[in-house]
Nanobody
Framework: QVQLVESGGGSVQAGGSLRLSCAASGRTFSYYTMGWFRQAPGKDRDFVARISPRGDQEQIRYADSVKGRFTISRDNANNTGWLQMNSLKPDDTAVYYC??????????????WGQGTQVTVSS
């Protein structure tokens, strides 16, 4: 069993930056693709970014809405992943979740989820 804990959320003004962290327990962090998803009030949980188990740069994928602004990374030795978010916009306001699962952009393909961290961007 893997447990995930996100941190780093908060409130920022548009144009600001935040760095979300995802700390995993257990020894199997490196087995899985790590994904970040977000859910705004009244909306579905949307894909944000994913990174392969080994962290291969050429296999990283981003949602079009965050491409060029967000960067996903991971450190398997320390069972930790991150989502660096720059040039934040009010539309980025959501609860952000990290997850571990298959190499996919679908939330249904992820088996383990954190509790989420709130990101609020004001204009």
């Amino acid at each position: 069993q893997v447990q995930l804990v996100e941190s780093g959320g908060g409130s920022v003004q548009a144009g600001g930056s935040l760095r979300l962290s995802c700390a995993a327990s257990g020894r199997t962090f490196s087995y899985y693709t790590m994904g970040w998803f977000r859910q705004a009030p009244g909306k579905d949980r949307d894909f944000v970014a994913r990174i392969s188990p080994r962290g291969d740069q050429e296999q990283i994928r981003y949602a079009d809405s965050v491409k060029g602004r967000f960067t996903i990374s991971r450190d398997n030795a320390n069972n930790t992943g991150w989502l660096q978010m720059n040039s934040l916009k009010p539309d980025d306001t959501a609860v952000y979740y990290c997850a571990l699962g298959s190499y996919s952009v679908r939330s249904a393909d992820y088996n383990y989820w954190g509790q989420g961290t709130q990101v609020t961007v004001s204009s």
